[in-house]
C-alpha cells in the first residue's frame, strides 16, 4: 500500500496544493467523485490515457487513510447518537 500512497503528490504550485497523482493536473478528489457516481476504472483509464490502473488504486488508498485518521458524526433527524455508538 506504501508504494501505491508514493503515487499521489502535492505541489503547492499545482492544483491549490490539493493532492494529486504524480504530479498531473488531476486532482484524487476528481478520479474518487467520477467513482462514487458510478464510472468505472477502464473509463477512467480511456478518459485520462496518462493513468494507470495504480493510480486510481491510489487515490482510493488514500480516501481510506483519510478516513481512517478523522472521526466522523452524522447528525440524524431522529437520534443523537454519532457513528459507532451503539442505540439501547
Known amino acids: 500500500m506504501e508504494n501505491l500512497l508514493k503515487r499521489i503528490t502535492i505541489n ?3 492544483c491549490n496544493g490539493k493532492p494529486i497523482i504524480r504530479g498531473y493536473r ?3 478528489k476528481t478520479i474518487l467523485e467520477y ?6 476504472v477502464e473509463n ?5 490515457p ?6 486510481i488504486d ?5 480516501a481510506v487513510r483519510a ?3 478523522e472521526t466522523h458524526f452524522f447528525k440524524c433527524r431522529s437520534s443523537r ?4 455508538t451503539a442505540t439501547a
Open 12 to 14: 503547492e504550485n499545482i
Open 26 to 28: 488531476i486532482t484524487v
Open 35 to 40: 467513482i462514487a457516481a458510478g464510472e468505472t
Open 44 to 48: 477512467l483509464l480511456m478518459a485520462y
Open 50 to 55: 496518462f493513468l494507470e490502473k495504480e493510480d
Open 58 to 62: 491510489a487515490c482510493l488508498q488514500y
Open 67 to 69: 478516513v481512517d485518521n
Open 81 to 84: 447518537h454519532h457513528v459507532g
